[in-house]
Structure formats: C-alpha cells, structure tokens
C-alpha cells in the first residue's frame, strides 16, 4: 500500500459478484485509495475484525448474509461500529432506505452506480470521519489537561493542608509555652496573633500566586484552539456565501435541472440548509467570542505585578473579576439572578497600582456580598424574592485631591455596629465554620491602605444593605497616605 493511498484511505467493498464492480474498483483506485473486497457478509465481518478499514462499500443483496444482516453485526461489534457503512443496491424503495439508516448506514448509493457520485460520497465520509476522530482526539487532549488541572488543584490543597498543619502544630507549641511563662502571657499571646496573621497571609499568597500561574497557563492553552476556531469561521462564512452564490446562479441559468438533481435538492432540503447555516455559524461566532471573553477576563485578573505599580484600567479589573463570578450571580432553583448595575464615570483614568492585589480586593468584597445575599435569601420566600429581587451596585467616580473612587453596595441585610467595627480585624468572620477564614477583608484592607496609600471604609446598617467604599491615588508618588476606619 502506498503512502499516498494510505492518507487517502482504506475502502472495503463487499458484493458477492465483485466482477460487476470492476471499474468501480480501479477507479477508486486510480483515485488514491486502497480498495479491498470481500465477496460474503461472513468474509467481510472477519477481514474488517482482523484489519478495519476506513469506509464500507456494503450490498444489500447478498445470499446466506445480505447487508443488512452484514451491517447489524458490524455495528454491534465496538471495534467495527464507527466505520461508517454506505448501501449499494438496487433497491430504491423508502422503506429499505430507512431500515438501511436505522441500522445505522451513513448513506445509500442506488446501482448502477455512477464513479463521480461514489467518489464524492466516500470523500465526503472520509472527511467527517477523519473529522470526528480529530474531534475525539481533542476531546481526549482536553480530558487529560483537565485531568492534570485537577492533580494540581489536589496538590495545592494537600500543600495548603500540610501549611495549616505546621501552624496548628505551632500554635499548640506557643500556646503550651503561654501556660508554662504566665508572666509572659501577654507578650506571646500577641506573638501567636502576628504569627497566625503572617502565616495565613503566606498561604494565601502561595494560593493566589499558584492559582495565577495556573489560571494563566491554563488561560494559553485554551486561547490557542480558540483562535484558530474564532480565525476560521469568517472564511467559512465567506465560503459558504460563495457556495450558495454559485447555486443560485445554477438555479437561474439552468432553471430545469434534472431528475436528480431534483431528487438531491430535495432529500437535502436546500432551502432550509441556506436557512439555517448562516445561523449556526452565527452561533459558532457568539460561542467562540464568549470564550475569548472568559480567556481574556482571565488572563487580566491573574495578572501578577507584585514589584512593580503600572497604570491600569480599573473598569477592566472588576470586569473580569464579575466574569468569574457569573456563575454564583447567574439564576439559581431557589433564587432568581443576582443583578449587577454598573455606573462607571465615563472620564476614570488609568490608575497606577498592583493589579493582581486590586482584583483580589474587589473578588474579597463582591464574594462577602454575594454570600451575604445568598444567607439573606435562605430567610426569605421565593415570592418575597422576586418582589425584592437582589442586586449589587459598582459606582466609579473621580474625586478631588487626584484620587478615584469606587463604590461596591449590595442590598443585603446590612449588619450591626458591632459587626462592622470588627470586619477588617484579622480571623473575624460571621460565616459558619470551614465557610470563611476572616482574613479576606483584613487583606484587603493592607493591599489597599497600606500597600496603596488609600482608605476602604464599610457603610451598613440593619436592613439597609452594605456599602464598601474604596478611595485610591491615581498617581502614587504625588499621594499621602490615608487610612480610615
């Protein structure tokens, strides 16, 4: 077998009398494939077992095993059932038809066969096929890589759990030290605090730098598929106008096509074809642009800029972070869609600050109020819901002194004065246990102030929602700092 035939593909014929199919052999052969043939269903199950081809050539009309009989075997067999089958008889009754295809036959060519349709016909399996085993291998690749994201997801978790282990190993160390030096206890009470703190930051400073390096590999790896699907489907939008260019100039030119052509146009409803494909290639055009939105939201909010403050677009940060929030803001059996109201000021300039470490801020805040809202509705009807549906609200402004400001609100229960003064404190949480760890708005808290010269301040009372305020330089050389409760 040739390399040439080999790429073609592998095409077994099976009729009893292969003597008639002479010229249909050679042709196909002349074509560029390897042709194999087999004179009983018996003969074809046992070669296509030993050695499957690319595409089954299969009579209907056969003594001892006809085709029918011959392509139920085929497809029962889990080696054998995707070779694609096509009919040859000489039957052209609907019936035998539909038995063929509920068999599960891919198409029926009606004897005497004509070499150009054949050849078309086989070319045009050939190609679905070698495009589903393309398909298959990338869903396989996908699989594995997310197999492998998964084993760093448990490798991540198992390191955070070793960390927790060696700091409650060290706190029980300290705390039986406080016991045996009660003239110390004040003294190493506020060692143990400053050491869970540090020690709670690093983990998660390890999380989030291992999550961004991840998030951005991850984030490459799918934007490369992507765009070679998003780059693609404007020329088979353009290819298939000039198709159907082509067919309507046919259809005025030769407006009395013949019998068969007729017959085609019909069996593949042409109208609705030139219908319904510029819609799916429209939604092939939404589908890849949503998934170029997702990579790129990802890749902006991972961004890692540790050592160095850079102007930045602050609309796109929280952009991005409510992109990967969709999925806990979106509609949900017990509650409706948590609705996000924007109101950006048209004139935010690009803010010199960390990047990464604003994101997280604003991921820290809008996850507290999403739960918040979440906890809220677990005490409420889903008529009392709908009637007072949640929402969170992001106002952007420029204020005096070269600083911007940012707004985030939510319509929430609010919380006591005792709950509020305590938020940024470190370890402080109001959620169940293994639900939060109380660190996430202290943090938030440090990058913004003390990292950024800025102020956060929370605004809330019972039953009138919560409202964080963030105040941040837009230069911060020319900035003093301000910190606020």
């Given at each position: 077998?040739?390399?040439?035939?080999?790429?073609?593909?592998?095409?077994?014929?099976?009729?009893?009398?292969?003597?008639?199919?002479?010229?249909?052999?050679?042709?196909?052969?002349?074509?560029?494939?390897?042709?194999?043939?087999?004179?009983?269903?018996?003969?074809?199950?046992?070669?296509?077992?030993?050695?499957?081809?690319?595409?089954?050539?299969?009579?209907?009309?056969?003594?001892?095993?006809?085709?029918?009989e011959t392509c139920q075997h085929l497809k029962a067999n889990e080696s054998t059932k995707d070779i694609p089958v096509i009919f040859m008889t000489a039957l052209d009754d609907t019936e035998s038809k539909v038995k063929g295809f509920n068999i599960g036959a891919v198409d029926y060519i009606t004897k005497p066969l004509q070499h150009e349709e054949v050849l078309?016909?086989?070319?045009?399996?050939?190609?679905?096929?070698?495009?589903?085993?393309?398909?298959?291998?990338?869903?396989?690749?996908?699989?594995?890589?997310?197999?492998?994201?998964?084993?760093?997801?448990?490798?991540?978790?198992?390191?955070?759990?070793?960390?927790?282990?060696?700091?409650?190993?060290?706190?029980?160390?300290?705390?039986?030290?406080?016991?045996?030096?009660?003239?110390?206890?004040?003294?190493?009470?506020?060692?143990?605090?400053?050491?869970?703190?540090?020690?709670?930051?690093?983990?998660?400073?390890?999380?989030?730098?291992?999550?961004?390096?991840?998030?951005?590999?991850?984030?490459?790896?799918?934007?490369?598929?992507?765009?070679?699907?998003?780059?693609?489907?404007?020329?088979?939008?353009?290819?298939?106008?000039?198709?159907?260019?082509?067919?309507?100039?046919?259809?005025?030119?030769?407006?009395?096509?013949s019998g068969e052509i007729e017959k085609q146009t019909e069996e593949i409803d042409l109208g609705f074809l030139k219908e319904d494909l510029p819609k799916i290639l429209q939604s092939m055009q939404i589908g890849a642009d949503r998934i170029r939105e997702i990579v790129?939201?990802?890749?902006?909010?991972?961004?890692?800029?540790?050592?160095?403050?850079?102007?930045?677009?602050?609309?796109?940060?929280?952009?991005?972070?409510?992109?990967?929030?969709?999925?806990?803001?979106?509609?949900?059996?017990?509650?409706?869609?948590?609705?996000?109201?924007?109101?950006?000021?048209?004139?935010?300039?690009?803010?010199?600050?960390?990047?990464?470490?604003?994101?997280?801020?604003?991921?820290?805040?809008?996850?507290?109020?999403?739960?918040?809202?979440?906890?809220?509705?677990?005490?409420?009807?889903?008529?009392?819901?709908?009637?007072?549906?949640?929402?969170?609200?992001?106002?952007?402004?420029?204020?005096?002194?070269?600083?911007?400001?940012?707004?985030?609100?939510?319509?929430?229960?609010?919380?006591?004065?005792?709950?509020?003064?305590?938020?940024?404190?470190?370890?402080?949480?109001?959620?169940?246990?293994?639900?939060?760890?109380?660190?996430?708005?202290?943090?938030?808290?440090?990058?913004?102030?003390?990292?950024?010269?800025?102020?956060?301040?929370?605004?809330?009372?019972?039953?009138?929602?919560?409202?964080?305020?963030?105040?941040?330089?837009?230069?911060?050389?020319?900035?003093?700092?301000?910190?606020?409760?």
């Amino acid at each position: 077998m040739s390399g040439e035939a080999s790429e073609q593909g592998i095409i077994l014929i099976v009729d009893d009398t292969p003597t008639n199919l002479g010229s249909m052999v050679d042709f196909l052969t002349k074509s560029g494939f390897t042709v194999w043939v087999a004179r009983s269903g018996q003969s074809a199950i046992k070669k296509v077992q030993y050695s499957p081809p690319d595409l089954i050539l299969l009579d209907v009309i056969m003594p001892e095993m006809d085709g029918f009989e011959t392509c139920q075997h085929l497809k029962a067999n889990e080696s054998t059932k995707d070779i694609p089958v096509i009919f040859m008889t000489a039957l052209d009754d609907t019936e035998s038809k539909v038995k063929g295809f509920n068999i599960g036959a891919v198409d029926y060519i009606t004897k005497p066969l004509q070499h150009e349709e054949v050849l078309a016909r086989v070319k045009t399996h050939l190609s679905i096929r070698n495009l589903t085993k393309k398909l298959l291998r990338e869903i396989a690749d996908r699989e594995k890589a997310q197999a492998e994201l998964q084993t760093l997801a448990q490798n991540l978790e198992t390191r955070v759990k070793e960390r927790t282990a060696e700091l409650s190993q060290t706190n029980e160390r300290l705390e039986q030290e406080i016991a045996d030096r009660k003239l110390a206890e004040a003294a190493l009470q506020q060692s143990l605090h400053e050491l869970k703190l540090a020690q709670s930051q690093l983990i998660q400073s390890e999380k989030m730098s291992a999550l961004g390096q991840l998030v951005t590999g991850v984030a490459h790896e799918i934007n490369n598929p992507v765009n070679f699907i998003y780059g693609n489907i404007s020329y088979v939008r353009d290819y298939t106008k000039d198709l159907f260019h082509i067919i309507k100039l046919y259809q005025n030119n030769y407006p009395n096509p013949s019998g068969e052509i007729e017959k085609q146009t019909e069996e593949i409803d042409l109208g609705f074809l030139k219908e319904d494909l510029p819609k799916i290639l429209q939604s092939m055009q939404i589908g890849a642009d949503r998934i170029r939105e997702i990579v790129l939201s990802l890749r902006h909010f991972s961004r890692q800029e540790e050592y160095e403050m850079s102007a930045v677009n602050i609309h796109e940060g929280i952009d991005s972070t409510l992109m990967i929030l969709h999925n806990r803001l979106k509609f949900k059996p017990e509650r409706p869609a948590i609705e996000v109201i924007k109101e950006y000021t048209s004139n935010l300039p690009p803010v010199e600050c960390l990047c990464g470490e604003i994101n997280q801020v604003f991921m820290n805040i809008l996850v507290n109020a999403i739960d918040a809202l979440d906890e809220y509705n677990k005490q409420r009807t889903i008529q009392e819901i709908q009637a007072h549906p949640n929402h969170i609200m992001i106002r952007t402004e420029v204020i005096e002194n070269n600083k911007i400001a940012i707004q985030i609100s939510d319509n929430g229960p609010g919380m006591t004065e005792e709950v509020r003064s305590r938020i940024f404190n470190p370890f402080f949480t109001t959620k169940a246990p293994g639900k939060g760890t109380g660190i996430g708005l202290s943090i938030s808290w440090q990058i913004v102030v003390e990292k950024h010269r800025g102020s956060l301040r929370c605004i809330s009372e019972p039953g009138k929602g919560t409202e964080f305020a963030i105040e941040i330089p837009i230069h911060q050389e020319s900035t003093v700092l301000a910190i606020s409760a």
